[in-house]
Structures are given as C-alpha cells and as structure tokens.
C-alpha cells in the first residue's frame, strides 16, 4: 500500500462522453513520494465509471 494524493479534476472542459455527461469527474491518484506515480484513476462519465489502476512497475 502506497500513501497517495487524490487530484479531483474538472472535465466539464473536455470533449465526447465527458461532454455528453452531467457530472463528469477525473480523480487521479499519485504517490505521496518525490516520484509522485499515478497508481489509480477513475473516470466517471454518463455510461458509468472506468478504474485504472497500476499493477506493477519495472
């Protein structure tokens, strides 16, 4: 387990599904380190919500 910090941006800016959408958020969360790696986002748009998230790191 990471400490992470969770960025909420704003998507209302960005174009498709995210302008289809009536709420679209974009939550990004990165390592609390100096490296600051993004081991999680999601995505929720009108269709639902997509996860990313990191599994390893070579």
């Not at 992470?4 to 380190?33: I, R």
């Not at 081991?39 to 009108?46: A, E, G, P």
Request: proline share 3%; aromatic share 12%.
């Amino acid at each position: 387990m990471f400490d992470t910090y969770l960025l909420a941006l704003k998507a209302n800016h960005f174009s498709g599904v995210f302008k289809k959408s009536e709420n679209p958020t974009v939550k990004l969360w990165v390592t609390a380190d100096d490296r600051k790696i993004p081991v999680r986002i999601k995505v929720k748009v009108f269709i639902g919500s997509i996860i990313f998230d990191l599994v390893s790191v070579n």
